[in-house]
């Protein structure tokens, strides 16, 4: 298998090898650097299938480090135009490199590209997410202090932060914010939760805006509205008596963001089926509530979080007579 991709592998050494051969001044830096990032993106997108893109990265990556020790020079020239031309096949080959898992190696090419842009860092914080996730599972509670948590997390949203200032339209910067800044509340307590509502309420909202096709700010949007809808007494009047309830739609509200999210995205997410059924339950329309609620059964989970809605159905269907 190694030697069969093994030219994989080569065609990015040698890229590298081309790049040292050429004087690396503070004048042609940029220039030099452009050539090489075109040419691995180039390559990238010519690596097939999943072992030789592997192969190609890895010599990459490698090459990488040999780039970085190169750059001696006290100063570099500013970007120049030319290189956001590159951009949008970047983008396309990181995210090749996120939907296959390899974070590590995203971050890596990343961090040896000049480029800034909203796109660049909203990814940044995405696969960062993903690590720390895979970290948390393998790593005890008790090794790391809530105060490490939040500081990681608080990086993630520091960077969704940078990407907002740069381009306030990018929705996917505002969805991600949404989601991140909901992972630092929750690890500070109830107060702060309840604190965050507002914020992440603006960030899906302003997503759903700028991106109309987006089903999973939709779906997470939804969401929102039905967390507060059913939320129970106790932490209702906790909110009512010493935080600020932000406002709230209704479940028909709720539902056309669910309904909308999937004629969008069909049967893609269970989570959102689920939610469409329980809010068809809660406004009193059973037999569409148990066709939405058999639909997140029936679908095939990918993930745990879909195990989780599944199950969650599969209760909420024992629980509440359909007919």
């Not at 960030?203 to 809808?229: F, K, Q, S």
């Amino acid at each position: 298998m190694i030697s069969r991709y093994r030219g994989s592998g080569k065609r990015a050494c040698t890229l590298i090898s081309t790049y040292l051969s050429k004087p690396q001044t503070a004048s042609n830096r940029q220039a030099n650097r452009r050539a090489f990032l075109t040419g691995f993106i180039s390559e990238g997108h010519k690596s097939g299938n999943e072992e030789r893109f592997s192969a190609y990265w890895a010599g990459l990556l490698a090459a990488s480090a040999v780039i970085a020790s190169t750059n001696t020079d006290s100063e570099d020239p500013a970007p120049d135009d030319h290189t956001s031309d590159l951009l949008p096949k970047l983008l396309e080959l990181l995210d090749k490199l996120y939907n296959s898992k390899k974070y590590e190696e995203l971050l890596a090419v990343m961090d040896n590209c000049e480029i800034t842009s909203a796109e660049l860092l909203w990814r940044r914080a995405r696969a960062k997410w993903e690590i720390i996730q895979v970290e948390d599972k393998n790593i005890p509670t008790f090794a790391i202090s809530r105060n490490e948590r939040v500081s990681m997390i608080q990086e993630l949203v520091d960077l969704l932060d940078q990407a907002l200032e740069l381009d306030e339209t990018c929705s996917a910067a505002h969805r991600w914010k949404a989601v991140l800044s909901e992972v630092r509340s929750s690890r500070l307590g109830l107060k702060e939760q309840f604190r965050n509502l507002e914020t992440k309420k603006y960030h899906l909202e302003r997503a759903v805006e700028l991106d109309p096709n987006d089903a999973t700010a939709m779906t997470m949007l939804g969401a929102w509205h039905m967390t507060l809808l059913e939320l129970t007494l106790p932490p209702r009047i906790i909110a009512f008596l010493f935080l600020k309830m932000p406002k709230y739609g209704s479940y028909e509200d709720a539902l056309e963001l669910f309904l909308r999210a999937e004629e969008i995205a069909p049967n893609t997410s269970i989570a959102n089926v689920f939610l469409a059924g329980k809010a068809y339950f809660r406004l009193g329309q059973k037999s569409k509530a148990k066709e939405y609620l058999e639909l997140a059964i029936q679908r095939t989970a990918t993930n745990a979080e879909d195990l989780m809605c599944q199950e969650e159905a599969k209760q909420f269907v024992r629980s509440n007579p359909m007919s």
